[in-house]
């Protein structure tokens, strides 16, 4: 599985933004989007299950974010809105086998795209 984030920018604070994750030999694997701060840990921000049956959100992030798919474009979206200075981090999609339930933590995730760099002025 190869993944590569991408979409990221600057964008003001109440602002919306979507990322893309391209991801090949995806089929059947759970997809979820992290983040990570300077100097923070890698946290999780959504995910959902190959199905989109389940799908679980970072108590930071409920309301304001949507993760979907496009098979046909092989392709997992991150649509964020209402944006805050604290949504500054870079962006990692990421692939995994756990299905149920839909992992929070990075170790549970066996592939990771690189970053794509979101920034929030206030």
């Known amino acids: 599985v190869q993944l590569q984030a991408s979409g990221g920018g600057l964008v003001q604070a109440g602002g919306s933004l979507r990322l893309s994750c391209v991801a090949s030999g995806l089929e059947g694997y759970a997809v979820g989007w992290f983040r990570q701060a300077p100097g923070k840990e890698r946290e999780f921000v959504v995910g959902s299950n190959w199905s989109g049956e389940f799908t679980a959100y970072a108590d930071s992030m409920k309301g304001r974010v949507t993760i979907s798919r496009d098979n046909d474009k092989d392709t997992v979206y991150l649509q964020m809105n209402n944006l805050r200075a604290d949504d500054t981090a870079v962006y990692y999609c990421?692939?995994?086998?756990?299905?149920?339930?839909?992992?929070?933590?990075?170790?549970?995730?066996?592939?990771w795209g690189r970053g794509t760099q979101v920034t929030v002025s206030s």
């Open positions: 990421a692939a995994g086998i756990w299905q149920q339930p839909v992992p929070r933590v990075p170790g549970l995730y066996n592939y």
